[in-house]
């Protein structure tokens, strides 16, 4: 989506509100399943992240993008590790959801919760750093949300392809 017809945000919106609806309701052995996969495919797919990342890189630099910029764009081992990594760190993680964060008994009997919920849908604008796009799809996961992700148009290739990754592996976690 190349994020200025307003149709397509709202169609966009619209998914993300029913995907919402189902990621809510995972368990959290399937929403950390999901994640291991998606660990798992992101670490097997790193010569297709690179290349469309080095598309990425030689556009910027055609285009006068700053040194600092591409350096933040630039995909490596050590941050393709690093993406995986953090995956595998929110499996640890403890579900949030259904939590309680506070109770009382009220003189009645009458027990009022907090309980960690959902948002429902997460939307983020992030710059040219391609592992924003894996670290917030994981958290989104993992807390039962869904999210919009709209990343620097320097890095769409590298985002789209991670995001493509993503998508693949958690389809293939609900088979």
Not at 124 to 139: F, G, H, Q, S
């Amino acid at each position: 989506m190349d994020g200025t017809a307003p149709e397509a945000v709202t169609t966009v919106c619209r998914q993300a509100r029913e995907a919402a609806r189902v990621t809510r309701e995972l368990p959290a052995s399937a929403k950390n399943h999901a994640l291991e996969l998606i660990a798992s495919e992101l670490d097997s797919s790193r010569e297709r992240l690179k290349a469309a990342n080095s598309v990425d890189i030689e556009q910027a630099k055609q285009d006068g993008v700053s040194s600092t910029l591409i350096d933040r764009l630039t995909l490596t081992q050590a941050r393709v590790s690093a993406m995986v990594n953090s995956i595998r760190t929110v499996v640890g993680l403890p579900d949030p959801v259904g939590e309680v964060v506070q109770g009382a008994v009220r003189p009645n009997g009458l027990l009022i919760e907090r309980v960690r919920e959902p948002l429902g849908v997460v939307a983020v604008i992030y710059e040219a750093r391609p592992n924003v796009t894996a670290d917030v799809a994981a958290l989104c996961l993992k807390s039962g949300n869904a999210a919009v992700l709209r990343g620097s148009s320097v890095a769409a290739r590298t985002n789209a392809a991670i995001a493509d990754v993503i998508l693949t592996a958690a389809a293939t976690s609900t088979h």
